[in-house]
């Protein structure tokens, strides 16, 4: 069992940043494929962005793409979403999520088999 933490969340006003870190705590993250989702209040778990265990390939959803990075840092068994030019559709609990073997399926959040409890972003107008 692979216990994911999620942290950074917080208030933020439109057009700033803020950055999210995932981690496991007695586990190392360094062979998983790792994945950011959120969930607003009211609508379905959406897929943010991935990362191959490699960290060599990523992806990322339309409606993030050009301002959210994702990145991970094995010495510090962390990845993190980097939030740029946040507006107030980004706001919802983000979701840190891991996965062995990434297929093409990145997107789909039943494929992950780890979850972490999630860490709140509101972005105010």
């Known amino acids: 069992q692979v216990h994911v933490v999620e942290s950074g969340g917080g208030l933020v006003q439109a057009g700033g940043s803020l950055r999210l870190s995932c981690t496991a705590a007695g586990h190392t993250l360094s062979s998983y494929a790792m994945a950011w989702f959120r969930q607003a209040p009211g609508k379905e778990r959406e897929f943010v962005a991935a990362?191959?265990?490699?960290?060599?390939?990523?992806y990322y959803a339309d409606s993030v793409k050009g301002r959210f990075t994702i990145s991970r840092d094995s010495a510090k068994n962390t990845v993190y979403l980097q939030m740029n030019s946040l507006n107030p559709e980004d706001t919802a609990v983000y979701y840190c999520?891991?996965?062995?073997?990434?297929?093409?399926?990145?997107?789909?959040?039943?494929?992950?088999?780890?979850w972490g409890q999630g860490t709140q972003v509101t972005v105010s107008s």
């Open positions: 990362i191959t265990w490699t960290g060599r390939t990523t």
């Open positions: 999520a891991a996965e062995l073997a990434l297929s093409s399926r990145y997107a789909d959040a039943a494929v992950y088999d780890y």
